[in-house]
Protein backbone atom coordinates (compact mmCIF):
# COMPACT_ATOMS: atom_id res chain seq x y z
CA UNK A 1 0.00 0.00 0.00
CA UNK A 2 1.75 3.42 -1.09
CA UNK A 3 -0.29 5.64 0.46
CA UNK A 4 -0.52 8.89 -1.54
CA UNK A 5 2.46 9.53 -4.00
CA UNK A 6 4.12 12.64 -5.28
CA UNK A 7 6.12 13.14 -8.84
CA UNK A 8 8.56 14.53 -9.10
CA UNK A 9 10.44 15.28 -5.68
CA UNK A 10 12.38 17.99 -6.84
CA UNK A 11 12.30 20.26 -9.90
CA UNK A 12 13.45 23.76 -10.86
CA UNK A 13 11.66 25.96 -13.00
CA UNK A 14 12.36 29.05 -14.86
CA UNK A 15 10.21 32.40 -14.86
CA UNK A 16 6.86 31.72 -17.42
CA UNK A 17 7.40 28.19 -17.47
CA UNK A 18 4.30 25.75 -16.77
CA UNK A 19 4.66 22.38 -14.81
CA UNK A 20 2.09 19.40 -13.26
CA UNK A 21 2.87 17.74 -9.60
CA UNK A 22 1.41 14.41 -10.06
CA UNK A 23 -0.33 13.19 -6.83
CA UNK A 24 -2.00 9.68 -6.70
CA UNK A 25 -3.27 8.07 -3.70
CA UNK A 26 -3.98 4.14 -3.69
CA UNK A 27 -6.46 4.15 -0.92
CA UNK A 28 -9.85 5.25 -2.24
CA UNK A 29 -10.02 8.24 -0.24
CA UNK A 30 -12.68 10.49 -1.90
CA UNK A 31 -11.24 13.79 -0.20
CA UNK A 32 -7.61 15.25 -1.79
CA UNK A 33 -6.02 18.65 -0.84
CA UNK A 34 -2.57 20.23 -2.35
CA UNK A 35 -1.20 22.47 0.39
CA UNK A 36 2.15 24.83 0.19
CA UNK A 37 4.45 24.91 2.93
CA UNK A 38 7.03 28.01 3.32
CA UNK A 39 9.10 28.77 6.53
CA UNK A 40 7.34 30.34 9.20
CA UNK A 41 3.86 30.05 7.15
CA UNK A 42 3.29 26.78 7.84
CA UNK A 43 0.96 25.01 5.19
CA UNK A 44 -1.80 26.78 3.44
CA UNK A 45 -4.37 25.42 1.29
CA UNK A 46 -4.38 25.79 -2.67
CA UNK A 47 -7.06 23.67 -3.96
CA UNK A 48 -9.19 20.93 -2.81
CA UNK A 49 -11.44 17.74 -3.90
CA UNK A 50 -14.03 15.84 -2.59
CA UNK A 51 -14.48 13.37 -4.97
CA UNK A 52 -13.94 13.39 -9.30
CA UNK A 53 -15.14 15.73 -10.76
CA UNK A 54 -15.84 18.58 -7.94
CA UNK A 55 -12.78 20.54 -6.92
CA UNK A 56 -13.03 24.41 -5.13
CA UNK A 57 -10.77 27.09 -4.37
CA UNK A 58 -8.32 27.10 -0.99
CA UNK A 59 -6.26 30.21 0.46
CA UNK A 60 -4.08 30.38 -1.73
CA UNK A 61 -5.24 29.49 -5.25
CA UNK A 62 -3.81 32.32 -8.06
CA UNK A 63 -1.37 30.74 -10.44
CA UNK A 64 -2.32 27.05 -9.89
CA UNK A 65 -5.36 24.77 -11.59
CA UNK A 66 -6.39 21.16 -10.86
CA UNK A 67 -8.84 18.74 -11.93
CA UNK A 68 -9.97 15.36 -10.75
CA UNK A 69 -10.71 13.03 -13.64
CA UNK A 70 -10.53 9.94 -11.32
CA UNK A 71 -10.61 9.08 -7.81
CA UNK A 72 -6.69 8.26 -7.31
CA UNK A 73 -5.54 11.32 -9.31
CA UNK A 74 -5.02 15.22 -8.20
CA UNK A 75 -2.49 16.53 -10.72
CA UNK A 76 -1.62 20.34 -9.81
CA UNK A 77 -0.68 22.65 -12.93
CA UNK A 78 1.33 25.75 -12.70
CA UNK A 79 0.51 28.21 -15.96
CA UNK A 80 3.27 30.42 -15.85
CA UNK A 81 5.84 30.22 -12.69
CA UNK A 82 7.05 32.93 -10.59
CA UNK A 83 9.43 32.84 -8.02
CA UNK A 84 6.75 33.45 -5.88
CA UNK A 85 5.88 29.96 -6.42
CA UNK A 86 9.05 28.46 -4.59
CA UNK A 87 8.05 26.13 -1.76
CA UNK A 88 7.34 22.63 -1.11
CA UNK A 89 4.30 21.56 -2.45
CA UNK A 90 2.23 18.37 -0.54
CA UNK A 91 -0.65 16.58 -1.44
CA UNK A 92 -2.95 15.09 1.23
CA UNK A 93 -5.99 12.92 1.24
CA UNK A 94 -8.19 11.90 3.58
CA UNK A 95 -11.38 9.17 3.21
CA UNK A 96 -14.53 10.97 4.44
CA UNK A 97 -13.62 14.39 5.55
CA UNK A 98 -10.85 15.99 8.44
CA UNK A 99 -12.08 14.35 10.62
CA UNK A 100 -10.15 11.53 9.63
CA UNK A 101 -7.08 13.11 9.97
CA UNK A 102 -4.95 13.37 6.59
CA UNK A 103 -2.39 11.60 4.69
CA UNK A 104 0.32 13.28 3.74
CA UNK A 105 2.69 12.74 0.29
CA UNK A 106 5.98 13.09 0.76
CA UNK A 107 6.43 16.23 -0.99
CA UNK A 108 7.58 18.16 -3.94
CA UNK A 109 10.26 20.93 -3.95
CA UNK A 110 9.68 23.34 -6.49
CA UNK A 111 12.35 26.25 -7.43
CA UNK A 112 11.40 29.50 -10.10
CA UNK A 113 14.28 30.81 -11.23
CA UNK B 1 -12.81 32.73 10.37
CA UNK B 2 -10.47 30.04 12.05
CA UNK B 3 -6.94 30.86 13.39
CA UNK B 4 -3.98 28.62 15.23
CA UNK B 5 -1.60 30.56 16.85
CA UNK B 6 1.88 28.71 18.03
CA UNK B 7 4.00 29.53 20.68
CA UNK B 8 7.39 29.76 20.31
CA UNK B 9 8.99 28.68 16.70
CA UNK B 10 11.38 26.73 18.23
CA UNK B 11 11.66 24.88 21.77
CA UNK B 12 14.78 22.75 23.09
CA UNK B 13 14.48 20.13 25.94
CA UNK B 14 16.92 17.55 27.46
CA UNK B 15 16.26 14.22 26.63
CA UNK B 16 14.38 12.64 29.26
CA UNK B 17 12.47 16.15 30.08
CA UNK B 18 8.99 17.31 29.74
CA UNK B 19 7.92 18.53 26.40
CA UNK B 20 5.18 21.24 26.17
CA UNK B 21 4.18 22.99 22.83
CA UNK B 22 1.39 25.37 22.75
CA UNK B 23 -1.11 26.31 20.51
CA UNK B 24 -4.34 28.46 20.37
CA UNK B 25 -7.08 28.79 18.56
CA UNK B 26 -9.80 31.08 17.20
CA UNK B 27 -13.05 29.37 15.92
CA UNK B 28 -16.54 30.73 16.03
CA UNK B 29 -17.59 27.43 16.59
CA UNK B 30 -16.49 23.89 18.24
CA UNK B 31 -13.71 22.98 16.27
CA UNK B 32 -11.92 20.00 15.28
CA UNK B 33 -8.29 20.52 16.21
CA UNK B 34 -5.14 18.36 15.36
CA UNK B 35 -1.80 17.76 15.75
CA UNK B 36 0.75 16.70 12.81
CA UNK B 37 4.85 16.15 13.16
CA UNK B 38 7.26 16.27 10.33
CA UNK B 39 10.20 14.67 10.35
CA UNK B 40 12.92 16.08 8.06
CA UNK B 41 12.11 15.50 3.98
CA UNK B 42 9.00 13.77 5.08
CA UNK B 43 5.52 14.43 4.90
CA UNK B 44 3.60 15.43 7.82
CA UNK B 45 1.97 12.42 9.90
CA UNK B 46 -0.86 12.81 12.18
CA UNK B 47 -0.14 12.40 16.06
CA UNK B 48 -3.94 13.11 17.87
CA UNK B 49 -7.09 14.55 17.25
CA UNK B 50 -9.39 16.32 19.24
CA UNK B 51 -13.47 15.62 17.87
CA UNK B 52 -15.58 16.93 20.24
CA UNK B 53 -15.64 13.81 22.76
CA UNK B 54 -12.92 13.30 24.96
CA UNK B 55 -11.10 16.21 25.88
CA UNK B 56 -7.86 14.71 27.10
CA UNK B 57 -6.66 13.25 23.64
CA UNK B 58 -3.86 10.42 23.30
CA UNK B 59 -1.84 10.30 20.19
CA UNK B 60 0.92 8.24 19.00
CA UNK B 61 4.58 8.14 20.39
CA UNK B 62 3.75 9.16 24.09
CA UNK B 63 1.98 12.32 23.25
CA UNK B 64 -1.22 13.76 24.25
CA UNK B 65 -3.05 17.13 24.50
CA UNK B 66 -5.84 18.93 25.75
CA UNK B 67 -8.46 20.63 24.70
CA UNK B 68 -9.83 23.54 27.48
CA UNK B 69 -12.53 25.23 25.49
CA UNK B 70 -12.21 28.40 27.99
CA UNK B 71 -8.50 28.84 27.34
CA UNK B 72 -9.38 28.18 23.56
CA UNK B 73 -5.98 25.88 23.62
CA UNK B 74 -4.77 22.73 22.75
CA UNK B 75 -1.34 22.09 23.82
CA UNK B 76 0.68 18.88 23.16
CA UNK B 77 3.17 17.26 25.98
CA UNK B 78 4.33 14.50 26.05
CA UNK B 79 6.17 13.53 29.79
CA UNK B 80 9.55 12.46 28.68
CA UNK B 81 11.42 13.62 25.25
CA UNK B 82 13.41 11.20 23.23
CA UNK B 83 16.04 11.84 20.72
CA UNK B 84 13.54 10.76 17.94
CA UNK B 85 11.03 13.27 18.98
CA UNK B 86 13.35 15.92 17.07
CA UNK B 87 10.72 17.27 14.68
CA UNK B 88 8.63 20.03 13.54
CA UNK B 89 5.28 19.83 14.99
CA UNK B 90 2.17 21.34 13.24
CA UNK B 91 -0.99 22.40 15.04
CA UNK B 92 -4.52 22.70 12.82
CA UNK B 93 -8.05 23.60 13.50
CA UNK B 94 -11.11 22.52 10.99
CA UNK B 95 -14.50 24.05 11.27
CA UNK B 96 -16.86 20.72 11.53
CA UNK B 97 -19.77 22.54 9.12
CA UNK B 98 -17.56 22.51 6.11
CA UNK B 99 -16.28 18.97 6.61
CA UNK B 100 -13.04 20.41 7.73
CA UNK B 101 -11.61 20.26 4.16
CA UNK B 102 -10.16 23.91 4.75
CA UNK B 103 -7.85 22.72 7.66
CA UNK B 104 -5.93 25.34 8.65
CA UNK B 105 -2.20 24.86 10.15
CA UNK B 106 -0.11 26.89 12.49
CA UNK B 107 3.26 27.91 11.30
CA UNK B 108 4.54 24.98 13.48
CA UNK B 109 6.93 24.53 16.13
CA UNK B 110 10.37 23.06 15.88
CA UNK B 111 11.84 20.29 19.14
CA UNK B 112 15.06 20.18 19.68
CA UNK B 113 15.92 17.69 21.92
CA UNK B 114 19.32 17.63 23.49
CA UNK B 115 21.31 14.69 24.49
Known amino acids: NAGVTQTPKFQVLKTGQSMTLQCAQD?????MSWYRQDPGMGLRLIHY???????DQGEVPNGYNVSRSTTEDFPLRLLSAAPSQTSVYFC????????????FGSGTRLTVV | AQSVTQLGSHVSVSEGALVLLRCNYSSSVPPYLFWYVQYPNQGLQLLLK??????LVKGINGFEAEFKKSETSFHLTKPSAHMSDAAEYFC?????????????FGAGTRLFVKA
Open chain 1, 27 to 31: MNHEY
Open chain 1, 49 to 55: SVGAGIT
Open chain 1, 92 to 103: ASTPGGVLYGYT
Open chain 2, 92 to 104: AVSDPRTGGFKTI
Open chain 2, 50 to 55: YTSAAT
